[in-house]
Nanobody, 127 residues
Framework: QVSLVQSGGGLVQAGDSLTLSCAASGRTHIAYTVAWFRRPPGKEREFVAAINYGGDRTNYADSVKDRFTISRVNTKNTVNLQMNSLKPDDTALYYC????????????????????WGQGTQVTVSS
């Protein structure tokens, strides 16, 4: 199984940028998808973005499309989430997650479909 450790996050102002990182270890030789989810205050966990093992397929929630970019460096087993033009609505606890999957259905937006989770990192955007 893949183990995930997150870094990054913090307090920023609206319009600022921030990068979150997710480092994987363990069974990283098997093709795995990495996704980012977030839990805004008082709300359910929601899908943010996902990237396939090859790094050539990505998906984004409509709320972050054109502002966030997910990327991965497999030689370093790292997936990054570059967040630009941050808004107060982006305030949440962010998690990376992994699942073993390939092909057209490499990702889902359902948290229950992911087998490994990072520890979570807080992102707070002030207005």
């Amino acid at each position: 199984q893949v183990s995930l450790v997150q870094s990054g996050g913090g307090l920023v102002q609206a319009g600022d940028s921030l990068t979150l990182s997710c480092a994987a270890s363990g069974r990283t030789h098997i093709a795995y998808t990495v996704a980012w989810f977030r839990r805004p205050p008082g709300k359910e966990r929601e899908f943010v973005a996902a990237i396939n093992y090859g790094g050539d397929r990505t998906n984004y929630a409509d709320s972050v499309k054109d502002r966030f970019t997910i990327s991965r460096v497999n030689t370093k087993n790292t997936v990054n989430l570059q967040m630009n033009s941050l808004k107060p609505d982006d305030t949440a606890l962010y998690y990376c997650a992994a699942r073993y999957a390939t092909g057209a259905y490499y990702y889902t937006a359902r948290p229950a479909d992911y087998i490994s989770w990072g520890q979570g990192t807080q992102v707070t955007v002030s207005s």
